[in-house]
Structure formats: C-alpha cells, structure tokens
C-alpha cells in the first residue's frame, strides 16, 4: 500500500476523486441543511440528485487507472544491474504530465455534467452543448499533440555500456527515429532523487529530495532519419546508490528535454539504477 500510495499518477487521481465527492457531499449536505433549517432553497431536490454526477463519472473512470498502476507496480522487480550493454525505456512524459492529462479529464466529466444538466431544458441545452465544446478543447489538443509525435519521432531508446556503479565515467547513447520532424535543441540533466514517505497520524505523505543534480553537454551526431546523442555520465564517488526499502527510494534519472521542428516539443526521462 505505501509503494502503491507513492506512485504519482495514483497519488493525483485519487486525491481528485477524494476531492469531488468531498464537494458534492458538502453541496448536497448544505442543500438540505439551508432548506430544513432557515427555509432557504439552496439546492432543489433535482439539483442535489445532479451533484452525484461528476464524481461517479470520475469514480468510475479514473477507477481502472489506478488498478492498472496497482498491478504495474506489483510487477516491478528491483534487479541489479546487468554487467554488459542495457537499454533503458522511456518514461516520459512524451506529450504532457500525469496533472495535465488528469485536468483535462477533469475538465471534460465537468462539461459532461453540465450538458446533461441542461439537457432537460429547451432552453439552455445549446448552452451545455457549448460548454461541452469548450471543455472538450484541452483532451483535443493533447490528443493531437500525441498523434503528430508519433507520426513524426520513434520510441526513445537510451544504451549504456557497461554496469553504473558510484564513482562511474562512461558514455550513454540516445537514440531515437525521425519520420520528417528536425532536432534543433536538447537540454541533459542527470539528477538523483531520494523519494521518503513519512506518517503523520494515519495519513502517508509523500516528500521528494534532490540529493544531486548536473546539467550535461551532449553531443549531438547529425543524422536525417534519427536522433543520436551521445551523453557522457560521471556518477560521484561519494553519490548514493539506488535502494528501495519501506519508506524511502533513491533513484538516479536522466531527462532529455528535446526541442523540436515539425512536431511538438517532447521530453525524455530514464530511471539509472547505481550499484
């Protein structure tokens, strides 16, 4: 539970889901409560029954999200490094972060909420189906973003030679495909990260540390069909190693912010373990 609770994506999305039935039990208590007491109708009967909508729908949207993390995590295995050539995958954010996908999806269930709110009136549905539109507008945008990198950039594949131990010199390859987009610039940060959740009453809180953190001069081989950058990796001698134990994960990252032409700006991250 704890790993399961330091995930990001399962952190945000719950939080959200907590949050909306938070509000709409605050609403819907409000509204009875104004009316039994003082008279005044805050909410009607029907208005109250409408601000169930949204976190059901989130509920049972963002549900299957965090199951898939549950058992993504669960399958993890935390394996020492192997002693010859690895390739380490990408995880992104290729398009946009976990928030912002999560407040576009937000955003859409409210204009879903409000539509069928105003559906049963002939007189404001054009007005839900515009707000509908408007909100559909963010979750467009990413999705589009997403189709013109992949027709543009390949999956990102990072090569190492050798197993990474404290005190390592050696060089990392970034390669990666191009279908008609052009690399015009990259920033390289290596940084190391300690991740420690601590228990205030019943309540894991999650906090991130960084212990270290570089920027790196890459070079980049020119090349028309695909991206092939060569990053030369010093981990200090005195640099923590990659651990996982009950409450506190350190973990080494490199993360490639890629500016593009002919495709939207995208972004590489690659978790190093060091022995």
Request: charged share 20%; proline share 6%; with cysteine.
């Amino acid at each position: 539970m704890k790993k399961l609770l330091r995930d990001r994506v399962v952190r945000t999305t719950l939080y959200l889901i907590l949050l909306m039935w938070g509000f709409s039990t605050c609403s819907a208590v409000t509204g009875v409560w104004f009316d039994r007491r003082w008279n005044v109708h805050h909410l009607s009967p029907a208005e109250i029954r409408d601000v169930w909508y949204l976190p059901i729908l989130m509920t049972i949207v963002w549900t299957p999200i965090i199951v898939w993390r549950a058992f993504a995590i669960r399958r993890e295995r935390i394996t020492p490094p192997a002693a010859g050539p690895m390739n380490i995958k990408d995880q992104g954010p290729a398009t946009a972060s976990s928030g912002v996908y999560i407040f576009a999806s937000l955003l859409l269930f409210l204009g879903i909420a409000l539509a069928c709110n105003f559906s049963g009136d002939p007189q404001r549905w054009r007005v839900g189906v515009a707000i509908l539109a408007v909100c559909t507008l963010p979750f467009v945008f990413i999705i589009f973003r997403r189709i013109r990198l992949r027709r543009a950039l390949g999956p990102a594949e990072l090569y190492l030679d050798a197993r990474i131990q404290r005190g390592f010199s050696g060089t990392a390859r970034y390669v990666r495909p191009l279908r008609g987009a052009e690399l015009k610039s990259v920033d390289v940060r290596l940084s190391c990260e300690e991740k420690h959740t601590k228990k205030f009453n019943r309540i894991w809180i999650p906090t991130t540390r960084v212990l270290h953190e570089e920027t790196i001069t890459a070079q980049v081989t020119p090349s028309a069909d695909r991206i092939d950058i060569r990053i030369p990796l010093h981990i200090p001698p005195t640099g923590s190693r990659s651990m996982t134990t009950d409450n506190t994960t350190i973990i080494w990252w490199l993360r490639l912010r890629l500016q593009m032409s002919g495709c939207p700006d995208t972004k590489s991250a690659f978790a190093i373990e060091v022995a």
